[in-house]
Structures are given as C-alpha cells and as structure tokens.
C-alpha cells in the first residue's frame, strides 16, 4: 500500500474543486511519467487540476483532463498540453482500484500535484460523488467553522 503517509513536501498544485464535489474515501501516492519540458513547466507552476480524473486502460492509470501549458522556451520540445499522462503506481494497487472504481461506483480524482524530492508526485484520492444536499450540509458546516472562529477572534482581541 502507498497510501500517503508524510505531507508533501511543495505542493505544486490542488483539486479544491474535488474536496467541493466528492467524500474522500483514500488516498494513494503515484508517480507521473513526463517529458523535460513538462517537468520544466510544472516548476514554474503552469498546472490546472480542475475537472481532471484517472481512467484504468489496459491495466495502467492514466490522468484525463490535467492541463500542463507549454513551456515557454520548449520550442519544438513542447508536448500537447491536454495528452493523459501515464501514473505510476505498482500493478497489485492498479488492479485494485480498478475493481473498485468498476464494482463500487467509485471515482479516482488527482487531489494534489507536489515534488518529493526531484520527482513529480500526484496524489490521488479514491472518491464518491457528492449529492446536492451533501454539499449544501459541507457548506454550512465550513461557514460555521468560520463564524465561530471569527467570534473567538473577536472575544480574544477585546480581552
């Protein structure tokens, strides 16, 4: 099991929109398989997670919809911005989300992009979908959060 167990160490990029539409169930740690120019332009942060997810085909994960914009001194080097790019992870965890994304209605949704060292790691989230109500619920109870935070705030200026 590669399940995240220490903070990344620079977080290059986050998928706050995933955390807003789906319950977090797991969480893995995979590689992911990029050209030099790629690499070049994920340190200069030029990523977009939003609306990205992982698809399983024949027997390894990829990211769909992961935007990485061309790097500006790539020249004819530059990749295609919107290409999958391939995830590394060991083939027993493979197969095991794959079966459980196809039997449980589960989704995989890359959650954070960070280096670990030199290497490019995402972190990879095994979700379920939220519903409306879920998400109006999550929402109150983040504004409350809030709320009581800025009273304590508040109390404890005046005293």
Same mark, same amino acid.
Not at 21 to 50: C, H, M, P, Q, W
Not at 92 to 98: D, H, N, P, T, V
Not at 136 to 153: G, L, P, Y
């Given at each position: 099991?590669?399940?995240?167990?220490?903070?990344?160490?620079?977080?290059?990029?986050?998928?706050?929109?995933?955390?807003?539409?789906?319950?977090?169930?797991?969480?893995?740690?995979?590689?992911?398989?990029?050209?030099?120019?790629?690499?070049?332009? %994920?340190?200069?942060?030029? %990523?977009?997670?939003?609306?990205?997810?992982?698809? #399983?085909?024949?027997?390894?994960?990829?990211?769909?919809?992961?935007?990485?914009?061309?790097?500006?001194?790539?020249?004819?080097?530059?990749?295609?911005?919107?290409?999958?790019?391939?995830?590394?992870?060991?083939?027993?965890?493979?197969?095991?989300?794959?079966? #459980?994304?196809?039997?449980?209605?589960?989704?995989?949704?890359?959650?954070? #992009?960070?280096?670990?060292?030199?290497? %490019?790691?995402?972190?990879?989230?095994?979700?379920?979908?939220?519903?409306?109500?879920?998400?109006?619920?999550?929402?109150?109870?983040?504004?409350?959060?809030?709320?009581?935070?800025?009273?304590?705030?508040?109390?404890?200026?005046?005293?």
């Amino acid at each position: 099991m590669s399940q995240v167990k220490k903070a990344p160490q620079k977080i290059i990029a986050q998928n706050k929109k995933a955390w807003h539409d789906y319950f977090v169930d797991e969480k893995y740690e995979a590689g992911i398989a990029l050209f030099g120019t790629e690499v070049k332009s %994920v340190r200069g942060g030029a %990523v977009n997670l939003k609306d990205s997810y992982c698809s #399983l085909r024949n027997g390894e994960l990829f990211i769909v919809g992961m935007r990485i914009s061309p790097y500006e001194k790539g020249n004819i080097f530059n990749r295609d911005p919107m290409r999958d790019k391939k995830l590394l992870m060991h083939k027993k965890e493979i197969m095991k989300l794959g079966g #459980l994304v196809t039997q449980k209605g589960y989704t995989l949704v890359p959650l954070s #992009l960070y280096f670990s060292g030199k290497n %490019v790691k995402a972190e990879i989230g095994l979700c379920r979908g939220k519903k409306l109500y879920d998400k109006r619920d999550s929402d109150a109870k983040r504004e409350a959060a809030r709320e009581i935070d800025r009273t304590m705030k508040d109390r404890s200026r005046y005293e």
